[in-house]
């Protein structure tokens, strides 16, 4: 007796956690989510997961705020990820705030980190990176599934 594919918990859970995905990429362009624990904080917005330390406690907290309520220009479709620490610099160039406005994520994420403590952190996740380890976890696992699959019924 041969399974077929549409019958496999593999299968239909990687195609839900993909649509997933994709949900959240197209409602991280539209919102701004963030929620924050202890000396943690976990954002969603403009395409991506930010992840990072603060330099103060706070208590669980979570808020989620139209993406115009946060201005940036908008970034290319598939941004690129990056790690980023803090620098501890006591004077950082001043902008207007035109300037402010037409910056991009990663441009004020650095911004920010130029006054940051050293020991600060934060991370940007592209949803197009994480759709592809994804994806090709969910490939993997086909694939080793319908291998064993042939090594049972010959």
């Not at 976990?42 to 139209?66: C, M």
């Not at 479709?77 to 037409?102: C, D, I």
Request: with cysteine; aromatic share 16%.
């Amino acid at each position: 007796m041969k399974l077929v594919l549409h019958r496999s918990i593999t299968f239909w859970s990687g195609i839900i956690v993909m649509v997933f995905i994709c949900w959240a990429w197209r409602d991280s362009k539209e919102h701004w989510s963030c929620s924050t624990f202890k000396s943690w904080h976990a954002q969603h917005y403009k395409s991506a997961f930010i992840f990072g330390s603060n330099d103060h406690t706070t208590p669980l907290r979570w808020q989620r705020l139209p993406a115009s309520a946060y201005p940036i220009q908008e970034e290319e479709y598939f941004p690129a990820p990056y790690l980023t620490w803090g620098r501890e610099r006591r004077y950082v160039h001043a902008l207007t705030a035109m300037q402010r406005e037409q910056r991009t994520l990663r441009e004020k994420t650095l911004g920010l980190m130029e006054k940051a403590k050293r020991h600060i952190w934060m991370s940007f996740i592209p949803h197009w990176l994480i759709l592809l380890a994804v994806g090709a976890v969910w490939l993997g696992l086909l694939f080793w599934r319908a291998r064993r699959r042939r090594k049972v019924l010959s």
